[in-house]
């Protein structure tokens, strides 16, 4: 990194937002299900099907948010979504049974997807020529605040009170608050005019709405680590449990240290697309160094993990620098918060359905399953080139004359409506700067 921290400025306020912001999701990735199924008492299966319905609920909100964003102004709209996601978190300690649990997870979740959707034009604002870097940087913020909220969630689940939870869910509500605070101090932010086009124009965007599908395959891989690997580990290999740690600090350790470093020359979408491609191998190399720890020594196995994490984590570091290119770069600027929206559907769909498909492929059906793993990662990356150049092909032909009728343009097959496929819709204008 150039530099730890913002010259003082929007970005600066911007990047402490997104670090109070994070100490919070980092407590809730670590100590959320245990708060519910310890201190609340919940059985395990009611609290994994409580976040399945807010994962489903979730999806649809982004858009829906992204849209009032580019529409009101994603400053405000960002903090408002902030405050919700505070006020159904304080909610969690007057959960005492399944349905509240759900209405408060459903509320919590939901926020925080719209949050994704309405920060995006502000990442586009406040990020100079190249937001994709400003979003990286933050991408490695946000690791180092989970990481701390992480550590403060371990005091709770040593300590294993209800008081001690409830002391936790308290701070993270507050993180939350305080972020939405710093959002205060940045000048409102005016929404860009829309260009008379479709309202719901990303929806009709097909070649968007392929690599969406293309990335939420390929988003399936943030649950190996957090899934996958600590069971597998635990059913199928000799290495000590304690290693299931090392691997989750090893990772987030190199993110901090790389985002911004695997980011600095993906500077198009042809090359983001590139960088999937790089990423899928990596994860193919990596399911096969853990398919190879079953059924070895404890030394070798936790060697074969460890390298396997290293390998996986760049790949990680591809596919989110590839992902920061593609979805900013092919958002017109007027509709970025519907756009980005659209995107992280594909994110949602793998954070609902990914557990499961790991567990059926790679902890049920074994080894063989981590091949076929691989192989779905590396296939997806291929693909992800073809559909990108695809999106930038669409957009780089110029827009039928509105007085043309559709008829017209049906006796000229070879074009298409305003550049793109006529049963997706219009595309809109290309935005400025894509190459």
Not at 55 to 83: E, K, M, N, S
Not at 182 to 211: E, K, Q
Request: proline share 7%; with cysteine; hydrophobic share 50%.
């Amino acid at each position: 990194m150039p530099r730890l921290i913002p010259d003082a400025g929007p970005q600066r306020v911007f990047t402490v937002a997104t670090f109070a912001n994070s100490i919070g999701s980092g407590i809730f990735l670590t100590a959320g299900v245990l708060y519910f199924t310890e201190a609340v008492h919940l059985p395990a299966a009611q609290v994994g099907f409580g976040l399945g319905i807010a994962g489903l609920v979730a999806l649809g909100v982004g858009i829906a948010v992204g849209h009032l964003a580019d529409r009101w102004g994603p400053r405000g709209v960002y903090a408002a979504t902030l405050v919700v996601r505070a006020l159904a978190t304080a909610g969690f300690v007057l959960v005492h049974s399944f349905w509240p649990f759900v209405l408060v997870v459903t509320l919590a979740v939901s926020a925080q997807a719209a949050g994704l959707s309405a920060r995006g034009p502000l990442v586009k604002r406040y990020g100079g020529g190249r937001p994709q870097d400003f979003r990286a940087y933050l991408r490695s913020v946000s690791n180092t605040g989970i990481s701390l909220g992480a550590v403060l969630a371990g005091w709770a689940v040593q300590t294993d009170t209800r008081t001690a939870y409830q002391l936790l869910i308290t701070g993270n509500a507050v993180s939350f608050m305080a972020a939405a605070a710093l959002l205060s101090r940045l000048a409102p932010v005016r929404p860009l005019p829309a260009d008379g086009g479709p309202r719901w124009i990303a929806l009709r965007d097909c070649p968007y709405l392929a690599l969406t599908a293309l990335d939420g395959i390929m988003a399936i891989q943030f649950k190996v680590l957090t899934v996958a690997i600590p069971l597998w580990l635990v059913v199928s290999t000799t290495a000590p449990r304690w290693l299931i740690s090392a691997t989750m600090l090893t990772n987030t350790a190199l993110v901090i240290a790389f985002q911004v470093r695997a980011s600095r020359n993906i500077g198009t979408p042809t090359t983001g697309g590139h960088a999937y491609r790089r990423a899928g191998v990596a994860f193919l190399a990596s399911c096969a160094l853990i398919s190879l720890a079953a059924g070895t020594p404890a030394w070798a196995a936790g060697t074969l993990l460890m390298a396997a994490v290293v390998i996986h984590t760049i790949g990680e570091l591809w596919h989110a620098a590839g992902g920061f290119e593609i979805s900013f770069a092919l958002a017109p600027d007027h509709a970025t918060g519907q756009y980005l929206g659209v995107f992280g559907m594909g994110a949602g769909l793998a954070e609902a359905l990914g557990p499961t498909l790991l567990i059926a492929l790679c902890i049920t059906w074994g080894r063989p399953g981590w091949y076929v793993l691989g192989a779905l990662f590396t296939l997806t990356g291929r693909a992800v080139p073809m559909a990108v150049r695809w999106a930038v092909r669409g957009k780089s032909r110029p827009p039928v004359p509105r007085r043309e009728t559709a008829e017209a343009a049906v006796r000229r097959p070879e074009e298409t409506v305003n550049g793109g496929d006529a049963a997706c819709g219009p595309l809109p204008s290309p935005p400025r700067g894509l190459t």
